[in-house]
């Protein structure tokens, strides 16, 4: 008998059941908004009787510009993209409090382009590097956070990515640990074909003539390389696993 798992995808300590193997995904251009109330503190900030809303982005809308949506990420907001080198400038030019509230956190150290692929060998090297389960993704979350104590009202709202480990969030899952050890094996394959699946609908994809990039940051006081790919003819990036997040073109930045 074959099992069926429920992989949970954990935000903020939050974790919530997006979908279940075996079972077609229809949520890459979805988000989840959760309200409630409570008496605690997120990121160094102390809370009363504050309502937070937490919104969480699985990918980029799936459309072939974003932009045209009211959509836009730090790669695109800011200098015009006449080239691909365009985006990373836009990147460290954006990656302050004023748009990430954690990224002094997260320090991005350097950018550097690696090769242009235009064979089948090293499209599937690159396709094998992000979509590793080694590999770290991120996690993105916006909170608004309202706080009342006595007198006082405060409003505020907080965006952060957060770096972690593909594997861990499945390894570390009450899910996981439930599983008997000899389905641990099929459970990874599993996982890894679901991956896969999600960066397809998501259209994350490699072709030939696209650039490939590493950008280097900081993270718990080691450093890590994060592969990006970067369309040269659009002059887009179409790859990230981390930094291309959408925002609203409205209220990227938290505050002026």
């Known amino acids: 008998m074959n099992a069926k798992y429920i992989i949970q995808f954990f935000v903020f300590g939050i974790y919530l059941n997006l979908f279940s193997l075996n079972a077609q995904n229809h949520i890459a251009n979805d988000s989840i ?5 409570s008496n605690s503190s997120f990121m160094g900030y102390t809370r009363y009787e504050a309502t ?27 200098e015009q993209l006449t080239n691909c080198d365009c985006n990373f400038e836009n990147l460290f030019r954006n990656w302050t409090p004023q748009f990430i509230s954690n990224s002094e956190n997260i320090p991005l150290l350097s950018y550097h382009f690696v090769e242009t692929v235009n064979d089948s060998d090293r499209i599937n090297y690159y396709y094998d590097i992000l979509t590793n389960l080694d590999v770290l993704v991120g996690r993105h ?11 006082m009202e405060t409003e505020e709202k907080v965006r952060v990515i957060e770096p972690y480990f593909r594997k861990e969030s499945y390894a570390n899952s009450p899910v996981f640990k439930s599983i008997p050890e000899h389905e641990k094996a099929e459970f990874w394959k599993k996982v890894k074909q679901e991956i896969e699946t999600m960066s397809k609908i998501a259209r994350f994809s490699i072709k030939s003539g696209d650039q490939i990039y590493v950008v280097k940051f900081k993270f718990e006081g080691k450093i890590y390389d994060n592969y990006v790919v970067c369309d040269p003819e659009k ?10 997040v959408p925002f609203n073109k409205e209220n990227i930045k938290l505050y002026d």
């Open 235 to 244: 002059k887009r990036i179409t790859w990230d696993n981390i930094f291309n």
């Open 52 to 78: 937070d809303t937490i919104t969480t982005y699985y990918g980029l809308p799936i459309t072939d510009d974003p932009t045209k949506n009211g959509w836009i990420t730090l790669y695109e907001f800011g």
């Open 141 to 151: 979350g916006e909170r608004n956070l309202y706080s009342k104590k006595e007198l």
């Open 33 to 37: 908004t959760i309200i409630y109330h």
